[in-house]
């Protein structure tokens, strides 16, 4: 088992990955009350069967619409109905929309109450169960209302994984590949060399880059937890692209499958600019590839208007009036905030896209 822990803001956040390990750690760290919300599709076994208490639980079902605003108060009801307090704890069990939906409950009810994040999904391992990010949709518009609270514990147990459906199980490598082409080059050269263990899911393989992923994404947002200093940013390679493939089809992309096109995207206009270094494209192209992931809107076989596209990007959160701050990698492993404006943007997009 690994253990990365890290204090971010004012809070402590423990985060451990293993196989198997659900039991010795809820064991040792659970003092209280527990309340599991849990998509319906996990089994609560191992959970529940370390718990010395029996605990209360929320099923919902899995995909993007749980992340309402009314399942946020059918959580924050059960919490007063049944009289928690905030040393008590929420188990977050299941993919990226369960821990941003209940992450959000945590983090309002009694102004935070622990949350224990037990993601099992590659994509809720490496993403969206760290570094403090929930949100729900509303009105159409995605993760519009949130909040930045921090896990107190977060378990990543790759036994979840040995139910994954093979196409979610790639969809969470792409935000692997993420890291390792703007962060951390060791990570990128080894998901190059260890594709095929990877792939089969070899528990050694998968518990390093889960790992190596966890310390990227924790240090970038120790250094810039609210998103502020065009630090966190990077975290968002890829996704202002691809956020705009996911909205204009109406998220029949999913993410892992939009953010990969985004990435190449991103960095041919890194290219074009002169920032990202010669040959970096076709060598993130090739390792996309390699791992099944497609790398463009032909590939992922939609046709989308160049102008629905940039509209799209225009509603994203992360404009700043007539600019959108991307992330561009330099070379493999490094990388740079790039005002870009809206024109540039849109024939950019142009050459990237077109
Ligand atoms: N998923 C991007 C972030 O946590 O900042």
Not at 68 to 76: A, T
Not at 262 to 279: D, F, H, S
Not at 285 to 290: P, R
Not at 328 to 333: A, N, Q, R, W
Request: charged share 20%; proline share 3%.
């Amino acid at each position: 088992m690994r253990v990365v822990e890290e204090s971010i803001c004012c809070s402590n956040t423990k985060v451990f990955i293993g196989r198997g390990i659900v039991r010795e750690i809820l064991e040792k760290e659970i003092n209280g009350n527990v309340l599991i919300v849990r998509q319906d599709a996990v089994d609560p076994k191992y959970v529940i069967s370390t718990l010395k208490t029996k605990p209360h639980e929320i099923v919902l079902p899995g995909g993007d619409q749980i992340k309402d605003i009314n399942i946020v108060m059918q959580i924050i009801q059960l919490l007063s109905e049944k009289g928690f307090q905030r040393r008590d704890y929420i188990i977050a069990l299941g993919g990226g929309a369960l821990t941003d939906v209940a992450g959000f409950a945590a983090s309002i009810y009694m102004r935070g109450i622990r949350l224990i994040n037990i993601p099992t999904t590659i994509l809720g391992m490496v993403d969206a169960a760290l570094g403090g990010k929930n949100a729900v949709n509303f009105h159409g518009i995605k993760n519009i209302i949130g909040s930045f609270y921090q896990p107190h514990i977060v378990i990543s147990d790759l036994i979840y994984l040995d139910t994954l459906p093979r196409k979610e199980f790639i969809g969470g490598l792409a935000e692997v590949i993420k890291y390792g082409a703007t962060l951390d080059y060791e990570l990128f050269k080894y998901l190059s060399s260890n594709s095929t263990r990877i792939l089969d899911r070899d528990y050694e393989a998968i518990e390093y880059i889960v790992y190596r992923s966890t310390i990227n994404k924790l240090s970038i947002v120790k250094h810039d937890p609210y998103e502020l200093k065009n630090v966190r940013i990077v975290l968002n390679y890829g996704h202002t692209v691809g956020h705009a493939i996911e909205a204009v089809t109406g998220f029949a992309v999913p993410h892992g499958m939009a953010i990969a096109v985004g990435m190449v995207c991103e960095a041919i206009i890194g290219e074009g600019i002169g920032i990202t270094e010669k040959g970096v494209v076709d060598i993130l192209v090739n390792i996309l590839k390699m791992y099944g992931l497609p790398t463009s809107l032909r590939e992922l076989n939609i046709r989308v208007e160049q102008e629905v596209l940039l509209n799209a990007m225009l509603k994203d959160k992360k404009r700043h009036g007539d600019y959108i701050y991307l992330p561009i990698p330099t070379s493999l492993g490094s990388w740079t905030p790039y005002k870009i404006s809206i024109n540039e943007m849109r024939s950019a997009i142009e050459k990237c896209l077109g």
